[in-house]
């Protein structure tokens, strides 16, 4: 097994690499929008009480494909390496649409699996996050 982490990918938020690499796949940690070196993350508006009271899902998502090229090719990976997706979504009713037509235009030739879930909430107060499976 060998750990990962990019230097260009925010930083994690907990005790965790960027990626590990088991055998010929690369397992990523769940990547979000933040950028490295900063707390402020795109597309996200928050209130002094750190709220979040506007977000853009497609700025956020449009980061996070950024982010996780970032640590593939990092790892010495590719995007075109991507087998498996899992996104996680606050607002599927809302978001669902958005992130989709994103997703199809960056993966247009990509035939990974995806499977799409929402949750209540994500770590930092982001709107989405993938987890990413890629061979090497």
């Known amino acids: 097994m060998s750990v990962f982490n990019s230097d260009r990918a925010p930083e994690p938020v907990g005790a965790y690499p960027h990626a590990v690499q088991v055998g010929s796949l690369l397992y990523l940690s769940g990547v979000g929008p933040r950028e490295r070196g900063s707390r402020i993350i795109p597309g996200v508006t928050l209130d002094s009480a750190g709220n979040v009271i506007a977000y853009d899902v497609a700025v956020q998502t449009l980061s996070v494909f950024r982010n996780v090229r970032f640590i ?65």
């Open 72 to 136: 593939l090719e990092d790892a010495g990976s590719a995007w075109d390496n991507i087998v498996d997706v899992t996104v996680f979504l606050t607002n599927m009713k809302n978001d669902f649409a958005i992130f989709n037509r994103l997703y199809s235009e960056h993966f247009a030739n990509v035939n990974a699996c995806r499977t799409t879930v929402e949750v209540g909430a994500l770590p930092t107060p982001i709107a989405v996050e993938l987890k990413v499976i890629a061979t090497l």
